[in-house]
């Protein structure tokens, strides 16, 4: 085997285009999936180590707050096991300038969701101070002993900073439903004791949050339901609440594009390496031959092209995992800003491993399969194979000689020499049409997302600002406020949906319904007679049109029951809608949460009236959101690039690989007089058509493929819908088709090389 | 040693059906130089092809030392071509990303662990010792030959089968490759050359004419004449 070894050290350095390809697919496969493995898995290790050492709650109930008794009560139920009732209230604070939201606590009993402060210790539950979360602190330049003055109910109180923390359901935290990323510089939350709540704010214990461990999450909203009747507001799942399943879904969200774009790197893989290996064994029908006469058996031969696929995909692999932990990091540190985690470390399961092996074995196995042409030939075959000039096909094209006699001898040449290699124009297609699909992913799953916020806020929401009511505000006074700022009132409460709910998910009531502007599937708008769902949750609960539901929402002991009217397409917020009126017609009354109005400028008596809690404007939540686009910006930006190089690789290793083969017969064109050019016009016309029906192809594959692809991104929360902007199928088109030109370019600068005496040597 | 008894062989190609050999039959000995002579196209390449275990024949026996070496299988064949065969080709066929050198020891490997005493010797036997480093495409068309001889002989072969040895060379340079050859027989060893040049016949120990796929006339030659004593025309 040692000269066999030598011959195939050689044979790869001087044919290294090919192999590069092919090193660089077992290569890409690897790195691709093992780098977001990194990420996910070290995300979702470090998110599990978390959510068990500071015993993260199963639940959490929101009510306007509970007497002792009926804490007790909930403790008590069958399928709950432990609890830890808390007090949370909303303040305000001035910091660097502007006016910043505080939600501070009392820090119950410390058994369920612990907050854990940044040095890894346990929080003291007497402090006289408050300890503040550590980015809001951060951003906001305060420290352990920093002071701090909180307004509640337009009281200040002065409080000393005892250190920073953070709990483990505030992974994400973005302070408000209002936004959707976080705003860690605006919305913060801390924690007080009991006796500072009592003494300092002069509120009694509300018990108004209550963290829960229990069994069965649906059995025990029936309960609690029943126990507390109208005091209810809402049952947090740990996959509803936004502040775990948001981190939860990212892992999710990164596996799921580690896995599928890995299986296209491999799948193409195999595809480089199968052509690859076919091309050289082609190339060295002669050699192989030679061998064959001079005693080496066919077991030899094969085992010893086999050794291609693992030296080539052995390399790609090794280097794949070597480079991993690079990428790893790459994309956990932009995943940092978002979420609020102990730790950072990456972590690798044994997969990544057999992901390697996979790939070694599949080189081995397209390597072996591709060596086995020779397999069944006589010497003397294997030697006629090789010497005489490929078997002369005619294509479908010349059963139109209108068409075939107008076609000069070089392209009919070059038309034979493709159509007759299906293997070789296949892959160029692929090549081509994975290319532009992974490319306009890409750009598409961006356009889809800043669609869906340009769609939300601008189109579905088109009121200027939102202005959120205190809770114990008279209807009269919101009337008032209505009127002067013009505005349109609405309700967002939460409510559980039977059957297959789930969990509370919000509910709006329109007033008038023309400053949030939500369709049906048909292009209707929100009518009085029934109830609306978003289509996110329609799919989930199994929810069809006309079907009846029923609702229990917030603040109500009440059971309602209505048809569904309409399915509503809309990414966000995934909630149900109805009328004011429908709600009212179930004996509900309409109590607003906001008043959403179009005017730009809101008086500064009315900012500063106790019954506005909040102004926010629909700029500022739409910027915001575009945050959580951003956030993921790198990823995408990863696609792309792993994209251009898949087309450039391909379409590369397949020029190179025709050239080789090619070579004579382009020096034997030059021979009987063909200029350069015209030998170069050949190829580019051959990689024009390629690449033309590959565009065709590819551009409604790849909206295809977007749109499977785009789904992996919905939460809860968000569902997403696939779109592209003309522009970005542009741009992507025009990578595309350049990264296959310039595979001409390439061959240009070889054809210039072209030795015509040496190509046309040695061989008969 | 080496006998045919009525071997035929028949090409099919489609509908199309070639009758390349026709009942051929002779024997091959050790220590002599046997020539197979006839035009092109006679069918000369298809006989070494047979004698060589490069292929089968459609009908007809091949026995080495009495053995029949057309009924065995794959591997008794590629055992055959290792340990008796030894091939010489018109084009050479040496592998072009292998040096002198290695494409001698990959051959005298198979038989032999100190090949590379073996490959010196040969490499020196063919005068080339001095150019083993170099690649076949920096050698001419008479010193690619002389490797491939030496390759094959580095196998110690019962058999050195070469088929239109100097077919691509000059007269001069033909001389040298025929004067190896001719020293290559041995009490263990037979050469066979293949060739449509007549000229070569009266260096031969036996010469078997082949015309259609035929053997036309066998003659023995006692006397054969050393490669100078030829006019070569
Ligand atoms: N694989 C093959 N298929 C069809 N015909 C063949 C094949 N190999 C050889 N022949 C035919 O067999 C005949 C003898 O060929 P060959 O032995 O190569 O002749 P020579 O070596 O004497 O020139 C020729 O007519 C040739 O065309
Ligand atoms: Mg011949």
């Known amino acids: 085997m040692r000269f066999l070894l030598k011959k195939l050290v050689r044979t790869v350095f001087k044919n290294w285009t090919q192999f590069f390809s092919v090193f660089l697919m077992a290569f890409l496969s690897v790195l691709f999936y093992t780098g977001l493995e990194g990420t996910w898995n070290g995300m979702k290790q470090n998110i599990n180590h978390y959510t068990t050492r500071t015993h993260l709650a199963t639940t959490t109930l929101q009510s306007t707050g509970l007497s002792e008794n009926e804490v007790k009560q909930i403790k008590n139920l069958p399928d709950v096991s432990k609890i830890s009732a808390q007090t949370e209230i909303n303040t305000t604070t001035h910091l660097k300038g502007s006016k910043r939201y505080l939600a501070v606590s009392t820090p119950g009993t410390q058994q369920l969701s612990k907050t854990l402060q940044t040095n890894g210790q346990r929080i003291n539950t007497k402090v006289s101070g408050i300890y503040l979360n550590e980015k809001f602190a951060q951003t906001n330049g305060l420290h352990k002993n920093s002071t701090v003055t909180v307004k509640f109910n337009n009281q200040p109180v002065k409080l000393k900073v005892a250190g920073l923390v953070n709990s483990p359901d505030k992974m994400y935290y973005t302070g408000s439903n209002d936004f959707i990323s976080p705003q860690n510089q605006n919305y913060g939350y801390g924690f007080i004791s009991d006796k500072t709540l009592m003494n300092k704010f002069k509120l009694p214990l509300l018990n108004n949050v209550i963290e829960i461990k229990d069994s069965n999450n649906q059995q025990v909203e029936k309960q609690i339901r029943k126990l507390i009747g109208k005091k209810y507001i809402a049952l947090q799942t740990q996959k509803s609440n936004v502040g775990i399943a948001t981190a939860v879904d990212r892992v999710g969200q990164i596996r799921n594009i580690s896995i599928l774009f890995s299986i296209i790197f491999i799948l193409l893989a195999v595809l480089a390496m199968y052509t690859t290996i076919r091309k050289i064994i082609d190339q060295q029908q002669r050699d192989m031959a030679t061998l064959q006469s001079l005693g080496y058996s066919n077991v030899i031969l094969s085992l010893y092209y086999s050794m291609y696929g693992l030296l080539v995909g052995g390399i790609g692999a090794l280097v794949g995992l070597a480079v991993a932990p690079l990428l790893s990091n790459f994309v956990m540190a932009s995943q940092k800003p978002m979420f609020s985690l102990p730790s950072w470390k990456i972590a690798y399961t044994v997969v990544p491993l057999y992901v390697a092996l996979g790939v070694i074995i599949i080189c081995v196995l397209s390597a072996l399969f591709a060596a086995q042409v020779n397999h069944g030939l006589t010497p003397a075959q294997a030697f006629r194979k090789g010497s005489t000039a490929k078997h002369g096909k005619r294509v479908l094209l010349e059963r139109f000689p209108a068409i075939w006699n107008k076609i000069p001898f070089g392209n009919r040449w070059s038309i034979r020499d493709n159509l007759g290699n299906k293997v070789q124009m296949l892959m160029g297609l692929i090549g081509v049409i994975g290319g532009l699909a992974l490319v306009m992913t890409g750009f598409g799953t961006k356009n889809s997302m800043d669609n869906q916020v340009d769609q939300t806020y601008g189109h579905e929401y088109v009121y200027a600002k939102k202005m959120n009511l205190s809770n114990n505000t008279s209807q009269s006074e919101i009337n008032r406020i209505t009127k002067q700022v013009h505005g349109e009132k609405i309700e967002s409460v939460y409510s559980s949906l039977q059957p297959k709910g789930e969990f509370d998910r919000p509910l709006t009531i329109l007033d008038s319904g023309s400053k949030i502007k939500l369709k049906t599937e048909n292009q209707q708008k929100i009518k009085n007679g029934g109830v609306y769902v978003a289509e996110g949750i329609a799919k989930t609960a199994h929810i069809k049109k006309n079907q009846t539901i029923r609702l229990q929402p917030s603040f109500s002991d009440k059971t309602i029951k209505l048809k569904v009217k309409g399915i509503i397409k809309s990414s966000a917020p995934q909630g149900i809608y109805m009328t004011k009126k429908t709600w009212q017609d179930q004996g509900m009354t309409f109590k607003p949460t906001a008043i959403l109005t179009s005017r730009h400028q809101i008086p500064q008596k009315i900012k500063n009236n106790l019954a506005v809690t909040q102004v926010v404007s629909l700029k500022e939540q739409k910027s915001n959101a575009k945050e959580m686009v951003n956030n993921l910006s790198s990823i995408f930006l990863m696609i792309q690039v792993f994209g251009i190089l898949l087309t450039i690789v391909i379409l590369y290793n397949l020029g190179s690989l025709s050239f080789t083969e090619r070579s004579r017969s382009y020096a034997t064109l030059e021979i009987l007089g063909f200029s350069r050019n015209q030998i170069r016009n050949l190829t580019i016309i051959e990689n024009l058509t390629i690449t033309s029906l590959g565009w065709l192809i590819g551009v409604p594959f790849g909206y295809w493929f977007l749109s499977r692809y785009v789904t992996t991104f919905n939460t809860s929360q968000i569902i997403y819908y696939p779109f592209i902007s003309t522009i970005s199928i542009a741009l992507a088109s025009i990578i595309v088709v350049a990264a296959a030109l310039s595979t001409v370019g390439m061959m240009g600068s070889r054809l210039k090389k072209l030795d015509m005496i040496a190509s046309t040597k040695g061989v008969e | ?233």
């Open chain 2, 1 to 233: 040693m080496l006998s045919l008894k009525h071997v035929s062989k028949s090409y099919q190609n489609g509908s199309e059906v070639t009758h390349a050999l026709n009942d051929v039959s002779f024997d091959i000995e050790s220590n002599q130089v046997t020539v197979i002579l006839g035009p092109s196209g006679s069918g000369k390449s298809t006989t070494l092809n047979i004698l060589g275990g490069m292929d089968r024949p459609t009908s007809g026996t091949v026995t080495y030392n009495n053995n029949f070496i057309n009924t065995e299988s794959d591997k008794q064949l590629t055992d055959y071509r290792k340990e008796i065969v030894g091939f010489v080709f018109q084009f050479y066929n040496l592998i072009s990303n292998l040096t002198v050198f290695e494409n001698v020891a990959i051959s005298a490997q198979l038989e032999n662990k100190k090949y590379r005493n073996i490959t010196e010797k040969y490499l020196q036997k063919v005068g080339l010792l001095k150019r083993k480093n170099n690649f076949p495409d920096q050698l001419s068309g008479g010193e690619m030959q002389r490797v491939s001889i030496a390759r094959a002989l580095a196998k110690s072969p019962k058999v050195l089968l070469c088929d239109e040895p100097t077919g691509a060379l000059d007269t001069e340079t033909s001389k040298r490759v025929f004067e190896i050859l001719k020293k290559s027989k041995s009490k263990d060893t037979a050469v066979v050359i293949v060739t449509h040049n007549p000229l070569v016949a009266p260096i031969a120990d036996r010469v078997i004419h082949i015309k259609d796929g035929r053997v036309d006339k066998i003659i023995d030659n006692p006397s054969p004449l050393e490669v100078e004593e030829v006019d070569w025309g």
